[in-house]
């Protein structure tokens, strides 16, 4: 008992401070708490308030749609502009596009022309020119010959007979029986076809047998 006396006398000052700074702590922390329910208070405050000066004052209202009401606009207007320079640049690619392929389908006339042309001239003059049907078909022969070449400057070849029938390739009229033939062989030929590359121009007309 004489002991915890002592203690109590000998410490009794750090006692008293240590007292003092919790009160001191405690008092901060309820101040504390009084400034953020002040706080808290005085926003809720602001918000009524603004609320209730909108209800008490509707021109303010109006102006605020009003406002919202010419930015819309303004944002519709900047869209329609906006469509209509896209319509008008897609416009102006069809027409360019459409310029470009009819040029690009002359020039392969033109080029197909070219090479025809010569070939014309020569019928024209073995028509002109008199002489015996031995002369007529010579003439005729150079000219189909100059026709022949004219088709390989093109890239266009006569389709093949030789593989057999190929319904790709030929078109069959008729069909024959013929036990000196094989199967799916094309037996006669009656119209040529042609071809440039792999697009077929004129399918061969041919009789098939077996």
Not at 82 to 102: F, G, Q, S
Not at 153 to 181: C, R, S, W, Y
């Amino acid at each position: 008992m004489e002991d915890n006396k002592k203690f109590m006398e000998d410490n009794k000052e750090d006692i008293v401070e240590e007292a003092k700074a919790e009160e001191l702590e405690v008092e901060n922390e309820e101040t504390e708490n009084e400034e953020t329910t002040d706080e808290i208070l005085e926003e809720n405050l602001d918000k009524d308030k603004e609320e209730e000066e909108e209800e008490e004052n509707p021109l303010k209202t109006l102006m605020k749609f009003k406002e919202k009401s010419k930015r819309l606009a303004n944002e519709n207007e900047t869209l329609k502009e906006r469509l209509l320079r896209v319509t008008a640049e897609y416009e102006n690619y069809r027409k360019r596009t459409t310029k470009e392929k009819e040029g690009i389908y002359t020039e392969a006339c033109a080029d197909v022309l070219k090479e025809i042309l010569p070939v014309v001239d020569n019928l024209e003059r073995a028509v002109s020119v008199e002489g015996s049907a031995d002369d007529i078909k010579k003439g005729v022969e150079m000219t189909i010959k100059g026709l022949n070449t004219s088709f390989e400057k093109l890239g266009v070849e006569e389709i093949d007979i030789t593989n057999g029938f190929d319904p790709n390739l030929h078109q069959a009229v008729m069909h024959v029986q013929d036990e000196n033939l094989g199967q799916n062989v094309v037996a006669e030929v009656f119209q040529k076809g042609y071809k440039k590359g792999d697009k077929v121009l004129r399918y061969t007309m041919v009789k098939v047998a077996n």
